[in-house]
């Protein structure tokens, strides 16, 4: 069976020597990352990097108490992973057997999909309103805020999923920290419910590579026990603890990004872009059959937005990070300039 890939628009360096742009011209708006600069990190790192040369503790004890602390549940409750990626293709190992049955909210992350196949199971994908009757399945993937539409399921919606799914409910939060969400008292009144977190958007530390799964203690033992000993480096690992024990960087960097989501979105729709509203650090905007040109053009200036020509009802949409004031009049004044 041929499954699905990830792809990825080209790296910086890519873009950079392919349309002669210097490298710091290049600007993501593909990534949902943050823009803000992480020099506080410094003095974090072992400056001398001695105990580089050992393996990190595959319990990951501290990491796990610092992840529990910041969501308020049990260090039994917490598994980390590199990343939410890792925990999604970890859940997938973990919870769908070959020949499984998964089904998603369509159009969402498409890992979810990749993950699941990959796992010789096949996916499901629900457009429209989320199905109150059971559907025969092993796992069900919920974004929430939900990528790329940027809005999230209504609290009653998500209950009546989990309350209807037969099998293990994934709910992928990786935008959390923008809806100031608390899965903390879902996974105690739901035992079938795992929530993916992650430092890589709100903490904005997307490259060191850090997520967490939070679910009562025997999900969590089923993704310790699938999981590689030591995919989160020392490095990381000591950033992602600083992180966690000091949420109000991470608080003040999230209100400024709401509050520029918002500023951008009212520009787009002065350009004539049909912007949906979105909880999370980008927004979805529908720009009409020229969505691919215009990307195009957008990354021979260097700045690289998110299209999307392998889904049908997004062809004519792309997806915006929300990236610095100087950075989004950059990519709006372009935008304007391309279209007129
Ligand atoms: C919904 C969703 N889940 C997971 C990820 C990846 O998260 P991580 O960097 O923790 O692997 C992304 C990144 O864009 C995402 O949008």
């Known amino acids: ?33 943050s823009p803000d600069p992480t020099d506080w990190t410094a003095p974090f790192v072992p400056p001398d990097l001695r105990d580089l040369n050992e393996y990190p503790a595959a319990s990951y004890r501290p990491l796990r108490e610092s992840a529990a602390r910041y ?20 859940a997938a190992r973990a919870f769908l057997p070959p020949g499984g049955r998964a089904r998603g909210y369509t159009p969402t992350y498409p890992l979810y999909q990749i993950a699941t196949e990959q796992q010789g199971a096949t996916f499901e994908g629900l457009s429209g309103a989320p199905p109150g009757s059971s559907h025969s399945s092993d796992l069900t993937w919920i974004c929430a805020p939900n990528n790329p539409t940027g809005d999230r399921l209504p609290d009653v919606t998500i209950e009546r999923i989990i309350t209807s799914s037969p099998g293990i409910v994934v709910l992928d939060a990786a ?6 969400d608390r899965w903390g008292s879902w996974i105690d009144r739901f035992d079938s419910l795992l929530v ?61 990004l709401i509050v520029e989501r918002e500023r951008l979105a009212d520009r787009l729709t002065e350009l004539g872009l049909d912007v949906a509203p979105s909880e999370a650090n980008f927004l979805l905007a529908h720009v009409g059959p020229e969505a691919q040109a215009l990307a195009a053009s957008l990354m021979r200036e260097g700045l690289v937005v998110r299209e999307f020509p392998h889904i049908p009802e997004l062809i004519d949409y792309l997806r ?6 100087t950075d989004d009049d950059r990519l709006v004044n372009t935008i304007e300039r391309i279209r007129s």
Request: net charge neutral; aromatic share 8%; no cysteine.
């Open 196 to 256: 993916l977190h992650t430092l890589s958007k709100g903490f904005g530390l997307a490259g060191i590579r850090v997520g967490y799964a939070i679910g009562n203690s025997e999900l969590i033992d089923a993704i310790d026990r699938v999981r590689p000993p030591g995919s989160i480096s020392t490095v990381s690992n000591t950033l992602a603890i600083a992180a966690l024990s000091n949420p109000d960087r991470m608080r003040r960097s999230v209100e400024g």
């Open 320 to 325: 915006f990070t929300v990236r610095s004031p």
């Open 71 to 90: 969501v308020g549940v049990r260090p039994e409750e917490v598994v980390p992973g590199a990343g939410i990626d890792e925990l999604i293709i970890l």
């Open 175 to 180: 935008y959390a920290e923008f809806t100031n």
């Open 1 to 33: 069976m041929t499954t699905k890939r990830y792809v990825w628009q080209p790296t910086t360096a890519e873009i950079a020597e392919r349309f002669d742009i210097d490298r710091d011209r290049v600007v993501r708006f593909d990534q949902n990352t």
